[in-house]
């Protein structure tokens, strides 16, 4: 150390004259953590009271939900879990936006869990359009018709139907290369897909529709008259125990189910699948990934919350799979895919 520094750190350390009679300057404390939670949400909140009253003083044409679904999405972006959560249950609840959005029959319906579970395949038809849905529209106010329409154009929509085509069109490829192929499609909904399907690619071989919902098999079998699908009545948790009563296929899939299974029992269901397909078969799953853009709105607005992942996680629920020869995990538009081809023999 040289003189000048020796110097200034003596210069720092001394008291200035006149210093030793003051009091010590009080410290300023840090603000308690709920401070800081709540000026967190205070611009949220905000931006929550002026759609509100956009919406009281009949302003709906605007744009509301997307406004909406993106300033929920940046706050849930920035803070933990369990400070969103705690924020959707003390303050976006009793928000009085959420009553209004309620107008929508979409949004309503979701929150209400009219069948006792979430994301049931009534629900899913209101982001395909039409279906079981049409009834439920037509006794919507001005204000909700509105709000779904913007639900319906918004970009999480237009993912889901994305991914209802995307499965029309791997289950065309495959009847289209012949062989009549056998098909299990798990949780099958309303088997939307299936409408999708041109003349030349329709399935020939078995065709399984398993979900646990009677009421949406009736309606999966009224809608696809030209398909001889097999309806199964199971939970997939039974299926854990007993699969093979079902026999095997070339091609097993599932879309809407994952974004509801814990890690362990994604994974042994994923085993399982892969046990049922015939040598040279593929299973392919679906997830929402973790960039969802509606995913603050579904949790704080409908309380729909899904397991979202990102395509790494999603891969290694394949860790278990037997007799596997490769494992494909492809992404598109906000949804993971994976895809496992089962060995030849
Ligand atoms: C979000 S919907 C998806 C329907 C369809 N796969 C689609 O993509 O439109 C979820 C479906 O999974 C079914 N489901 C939920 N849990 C299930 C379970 N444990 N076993 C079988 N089906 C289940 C529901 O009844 C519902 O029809």
Redesign the pocket.
């Known amino acids: 150390m040289n003189n000048f520094e020796f110097g200034a750190m003596v210069l720092q350390m001394a008291p200035r004259s006149g210093d030793e009679d003051r009091p010590p300057a009080p410290r300023r404390a840090r603000p308690a953590k709920r401070t800081l939670v709540a000026r967190r949400k205070a611009p949220l909140l905000r931006a929550l009271n002026g759609y509100a009253a956009d919406l009281e003083a009949g302003r709906y044409s605007q744009p509301i939900l997307g406004p909406v679904a993106a300033a929920l999405a940046g706050y849930r972006a920035r803070v933990s879990r369990d400070e969103w959560r705690e924020t959707v249950e003390r303050d976006l609840r009793k928000h009085p936006v959420v009553a209004l959005l309620h107008e929508d029959p979409y949004t309503s319906y979701g929150f209400r869990k009219t ?1 006792g ?1 979430a ?3 009534v ?2 038809d209101f982001i ?1 359009g039409g279906g079981e849905s049409t009834p439920l529209l037509e006794g919507a106010s001005a204000m909700g018709a509105a709000i779904y329409h913007q639900c319906l154009r918004h970009p999480s929509s237009a993912v ?1 139907r994305a ?2 085509d995307h ?1 029309a069109s791997r289950i065309a490829a495959l009847c289209r290369k012949g062989g009549q192929p056998d098909i299990l ?9 299936a409408g999708r399907l041109e003349r030349d690619a329709v399935p020939t071989g078995r065709f399984v529709a ?4 009677p009421a ?1 098999l009736e309606v999966a079998l009224a809608d696809h008259p030209s398909l001889a699908l097999e309806p199964v009545q ?6 854990l125990r007993s699969g093979q009563l079902l026999g095997t296929f070339d091609f097993i899939y ?4 994952y ?3 814990s890690d362990d029992f994604a994974s042994r269901l994923t085993e399982k699948l892969t046990a049922m397909l015939n040598p040279g078969g593929r299973l392919l799953i ?1 997830n929402m990934l973790t960039d969802f853009p509606g995913a603050g709105y579904m949790e704080a607005v409908m309380d729909w919350w899904l397991i979202y992942r990102t395509a790494a996680q999603f891969k290694r629920l394949a860790g278990r799979a037997a007799g596997v020869k490769r494992v494909r995990v492809y992404q598109k538009r906000h949804i993971v895919y994976m895809e496992i081809l089962k060995s030849a023999a």
């Open positions: 069948r579970y994301g049931d395949a629900l899913l395909y889901i991914r209802r499965l499609s798990v949780a099958c909904g309303h088997l939307r897909e398993l979900d646990q919902d949406t199971r939970s997939v948790f039974s299926l599932s879309a809407g189910l974004d509801y299974l679906a």
